[in-house]
């Protein structure tokens, strides 16, 4: 159990376009999802928490306006990263868990490598 | 700042010994602490998750909570090469607080 999906697994595109990144719950039900990006070498770094139906909550330093979040079910989150840029590459990860009442487990998806060029 | 900090290592290890993780956290409000595992490239796996003072083992694997002490250990008896990876270590409530990582190299 706790399969957590991410589409697509890599993507290369041109700078200034958007890129949408879907992440799914297969096999439960995630009333909260977040996104981390990782840098080569480094640890996690995490983005936003989305809890479904409500506003994404952005961690110091992201731009809200540039990574658009969306949690529009309890088994779908989608991050969109508008007007991407070179340094917009990374690897970008989501996790999904079904709340404290669950452990507060994190279970991640695959990840998706970003190429920005 | 709520840190949680690890050995970056690597921490070198034989094939068929016990491997010993440790990582230390700053925030007392935590509640839930887990280990993952990251192979190089890829997406961090759960392996252990442990929430009161005391020992979980989970077939190979030993987690250990001291929460007087904000020590967190994992354990991974017998060790295998396969073991070899990034191990990372997090503590919190809801949102969790991600270690570094302590690279494992396990010899044949």
């Known amino acids: 159990g706790a399969v957590v999906s991410q589409h697509p697994s890599w993507v290369i595109c041109k700078s200034g376009t958007s890129v949408k990144i879907e992440c799914r719950s297969l096999?439960?039900?995630?009333?909260?999802m977040f996104w981390y990006r990782q840098f080569p070498k480094q640890s996690l770094m995490l983005m936003a928490t989305s809890n479904e139906g409500s506003k994404a909550t952005y961690e110091q330093g992201v731009e809200k306006d540039k990574f658009l979040i969306n949690h529009a079910s309890l088994t779908l989150s989608t991050l969109t990263v508008t007007s991407a840029h070179p340094e917009d590459s990374s690897f970008y990860i989501c996790s999904a868990s079904g709340g404290v009442s669950a452990g507060g487990e994190q279970y991640f998806g695959p990840g998706t490598r970003l190429t920005v060029t | 700042q709520k840190e949680v900090e690890q050995n970056s290592g690597p921490l070198s290890v034989p094939e068929g010994a016990i491997a010993s993780l440790n990582c230390t956290y700053s925030?007392?409000?935590?509640?839930?602490f887990f280990w993952y595992r990251q192979y190089s490239g890829k997406s961090p796996e759960l392996i252990m998750s442990i929430y009161s003072n005391g020992d979980k083992e989970d077939g190979r694997f030993t987690a250990q909570l001291n929460k007087a002490s904000q020590y967190v250990s994992l354990l991974i008896r017998d060790s295998q090469p396969s073991d070899s990876a990034t191990y990372l270590c997090?503590?919190?409530?809801?949102?969790?607080?991600f270690g570094t990582g302590t690279r494992l190299l396990v010899s044949p």
């Open positions: 925030d007392r409000g935590s509640q839930s």
């Open positions: 997090a503590a919190g409530f809801q949102k969790l607080v």
């Open positions: 096999d439960f039900q995630a009333t909260t």
